[in-house]
């Protein structure tokens, strides 16, 4: 194990590691810290919650001039919701940084409110190639004092059609400038990328691309039109209090969703065609207990941090024997033991092979679809409320808080994770008294304010 203080990093930033609780490195970070610290341009692989936000966000912030008035670090990150998780991680790092700006730039926002933003550079900028793009041909964004650039999750950005984004990005960065991949599997194309921008990179490899140890794998052969009712019966099993089923295909995500939803699953779909909103709404939902099972593609997936999965069901079997390691490790995370269970027609066979030089023999099971075996669906715990008002109005979980268990005359345990975005705010409350939280708030202030609340179903 290598403490933090063991390694050449800036007082302030050992000063937020220790607020944080963290005080021993990850094999990721160990490996990857000497080297990020040093300037050198580093690749690493590791698996999904080994650590490499933190990793590369201490290399970047280490080599910050907090004194200088422009942007010396950009992330790219392939989806919005990636990149608010890094900004968050980036704030918390930064804490004790003194006068550090950091400006999130993603699709799903005016270009001309972040155009206003930009008036006074951000040391620090988090955001979609895209949007990156957009400002750095309008000119609101310079990037000529940029000292380090991090491509986070880059094997994701190059299948989701980004690598001429990413081209146009690293036009605008200067020659000097430290590049860093951070990926959870490597493909050719990643290598191919290390090769055209990277100056003698460090590499960095800390899992073998085995599944967590603490991740049991099991495979059921299942025809395709057996696969629903395998999945009901797999859920009906286990309960999972969350759940991802993974398709291969935006299609499948829907109807997977849509079937489950009629046998009486809380479920919703996540994939590449929902607007911002929907998709935010999704994933709070998701993670507030108020949908128990999320039905998604890998691209779509790719972003989401729930520490608490116990069960991934593989709907579709993976195309490679990389993604089904990614899939699988999704649970079986922070010391939780974890279920990854994979549906196999006989045409998907050849992949089922591939798995298994990878992983080794499989624990091929049989699935137990007679009808005296399925059961009905079971609900989730919790369900969102909305309320139309949010961070620009200066709304905050206190405030939800205190109406709910003040006036609204809720107990705390039956208010659980509370989410604000600009103009709105999500709060999930027990199922059992949804009805009555809801008329409580419609009748009372938020505030003092009367506010608009819905339910979401």
């Known amino acids: 194990m290598t403490d933090f203080s063991s390694l050449s990093l800036p007082q302030p930033l050992l000063q937020a590691l220790d607020a944080l609780g963290h005080t021993q490195a990850t094999p990721v970070q160990a490996q990857s810290l000497p080297g990020l610290l040093a300037g050198r341009d580093v690749i690493a692989q590791a698996r999904t919650g080994s650590g490499k936000t933190v990793a590369f966000g201490l290399g970047l912030l280490a080599r910050l001039d907090p004194a200088l008035g422009a942007t010396q670090a950009l992330v790219l990150a392939p989806t919005r919701e990636l990149a608010d998780q890094v900004g968050k991680v980036l704030r918390q790092l930064a804490r004790f940084l003194p006068n550090l700006k950091l400006s999130i730039l993603c699709g799903g926002v005016p270009l001309r409110v972040q155009v206003e933003s930009l008036a006074h550079a951000p040391q620090v900028v988090v955001g979609t190639p895209g949007r990156i793009v957009e400002h750095l041909e309008k000119g609101s964004l310079e990037l000529s004092a940029l000292r380090v650039l991090v491509l986070d999750e880059a094997d994701r950005m190059l299948d989701m059609g980004f690598s001429d984004s990413i081209a146009a990005v690293l036009r605008y960065v200067p020659r000097e400038c430290q590049v860093n991949l951070f990926s959870a599997t490597f493909p050719d194309e990643i290598r191919a990328l290390s090769g055209d921008y990277q100056r003698d990179p460090l590499a960095v490899t800390v899992d073998s691309g085995e599944a967590a140890p603490d991740v049991v794998q099991r495979f059921y052969e299942v025809e395709p039109a057996q696969k629903l009712d395998t999945v009901a019966w797999l859920l009906g099993e286990h309960k999972p209090e969350s759940c991802v089923i993974f398709c291969n295909t935006r299609r499948d995500t829907q109807d997977v969703a849509a079937a489950l939803d009629q046998r009486g699953f809380s479920v919703l779909a996540l994939h590449g065609d929902l607007e911002q909103r929907d998709r935010d709404e999704v994933l709070v939902r998701f993670a507030n207990r108020s ?158 304010r009367s506010l608009r609340v819905r339910k979401l179903v």
């Open 291 to 448: 949908c128990s099972i999320l039905v998604a593609t890998d691209v779509a997936a790719r972003g989401l941090d729930i520490e608490d999965l116990p069960v991934v069901i593989m709907y579709d079997i993976a195309s490679d024997a990389d993604t089904h390691v990614h899939r699988s490790g999704r649970t079986g995370r922070a010391g939780r033991s974890g279920l990854a269970l994979t549906l196999c027609s006989s045409r998907e066979m050849g992949r089922a092979k591939a798995i298994e030089e990878r992983l080794g023999s499989l624990r091929w099971e049989t699935a137990k679809t007679s009808p005296a075996r399925l059961r009905s669906g079971q609900l989730a715990p919790m369900q969102t409320l909305v309320i139309d008002a949010g961070r620009k109005d200066k709304l905050r979980p206190g405030d939800i808080l205190g109406a709910l268990t003040g006036s609204a005359g809720l107990a705390a345990a039956d208010v659980g994770k509370i989410a604000i975005f600009d103009v709105r705010a999500y709060v999930a409350v027990s199922r059992g008294i949804a009805d009555k939280a809801l008329a409580r708030l419609r009748e009372g202030k938020i505030k003092g």
